[in-house]
Nanobody, 121 residues
């Protein structure tokens, strides 16, 4: 059973920084795209950033220049470094990945449980 586990969330002051981590577990053959999403209270879940297995990255506008997504393919881990955090960045941040388990080698969409990020003003 493949699972994603996020960590690194917490409470930070306006302008502060946090780094989120996401570690998959289980019997994994390969991981393709890895992404971070977030969902603020009363709002829809939105994409933050994505990174391919080759390291190509893509960011939504609000993340550009402040957030950095990276991955360690040897450890199947994806990170989201967040700088210059604002109160509007307060949300639950979710890890998402396209993973092929050894059970059938097809890519499936997996989600973590989320980690809370709260930015105080």
């Amino acid at each position: 059973q493949v699972q994603l586990m996020e960590s690194g969330g917490g409470l930070v002051h306006n302008g502060g920084s946090l780094t989120l981590s996401c570690v998959p577990s289980g019997s994994i053959f390969t991981i393709n795209l890895m992404r971070w999403y977030r969902q603020a209270p009363g709002k829809q879940r939105e994409l933050v950033a994505s990174i391919s297995s080759g390291g190509s990255t893509d960011y939504v506008d609000f993340a550009k220049g402040r957030f950095t997504i990276s991955r360690d393919n040897a450890k199947n881990t994806v990170f989201l470094q967040m700088n210059s955090l604002k109160p509007e960045d307060t949300a639950v941040y979710y890890c998402n990945a396209d993973i092929a388990p050894y059970s059938d080698y097809r890519l499936y969409d997996f989600w973590g449980q989320g980690t809370q990020v709260t930015v105080s003003s």
